[in-house]
């Protein structure tokens, strides 16, 4: 059975903070990884990662992808209010099917 | 263009009712999902299509069927609802090449329903 398993659960930091959030996967025929943003309503893609050790950037965010320990970062610098949201991860390891972590719930006070 | 587009957006049923969630896409994509998501946890697979008049189980298909007659839409059905039905569920979609090691695109959602079943 596919399992993806994200770190830490929950995580509260101030504003400039920097955060790194874990998603670790068991799957086999591994095509995918990504990495969701989900503030009140539907998850908004963030990354795709395919290849191990080239990082993805966008903005303040970045991720990489480690296929031989089987895991995926998230970074956020500088961390402001308008990151408080759950992070998902998501590992397709069969066309059309992805499972997904349990997220980690980021809260960034002022 | 609208997206994913779900209907309702909330709705409260009553133990043994049945009822159709809507999902439609008009982006053309050939992959479409049915997900559940409970307080505090991950989404769930319920059911995927990879195109039209082909659907399959997911994680936790039990209790739900869906159909898809087209390429935009993809309803939800839940025949007998019972309390642990209650959840939101969201509907996606993506394009994918259908090669064996290409990977399918990134999913795009729709706002969700949520429901209860009391």
């Known amino acids: 059975e596919d399992k993806v398993v994200q770190s830490p659960l929950s995580l509260v930091v101030h504003e400039g903070d920097t955060v790194t959030l874990n998603c670790s996967y068991e799957?086999?025929?591994?095509?995918?990884l990504l990495w969701y943003k989900q503030e009140k309503k539907a998850p908004t893609f963030l990354f795709m990662l395919?290849?191990?050790?080239i990082e993805k950037k966008s903005g303040r965010l970045s991720s990489i992808l480690d296929k031989k320990e089987l895991f995926s970062i998230l970074n956020i610098t500088a961390t402001q209010t308008g990151d408080s949201a759950i992070y998902l991860c998501?590992?397709?390891?069969?066309?059309?099917?992805?499972?997904f972590g349990d997220g980690t719930t980021l809260t960034v006070k002022p | 263009n609208a997206g994913v587009t779900q209907t309702p957006k909330f709705r409260i049923l009553k133990i043994g009712q049945s009822m159709t969630l809507q999902c439609t896409q008009d982006m053309n994509h050939n992959y479409m999902y049915w997900y559940r998501q409970d307080p505090g946890m991950g989404l769930k697979l319920i059911y995927y299509?990879?195109?039209?008049?082909?659907?399959d189980k997911g994680e936790v298909p039990n209790g739900y069927n869906v159909s898809r007659s087209t390429t935009e839409d993809f309803p939800l059905r839940l025949e007998l609802a019972a309390p642990s039905q209650t959840s939101v569920y969201f509907c996606a979609s993506s394009y994918s090449m259908g090669r064996p090691i290409v990977p399918t695109d990134t999913q795009y959602f729709g706002p969700g329903t949520r429901l209860t079943v009391l």
């Open positions: 799957v086999t025929n591994f095509r995918s």
């Open positions: 998501a590992v397709e390891a069969q066309a059309g099917k992805s499972t």
């Open positions: 299509s990879v195109g039209a008049g082909i659907t």
């Open positions: 395919t290849s191990s050790g």
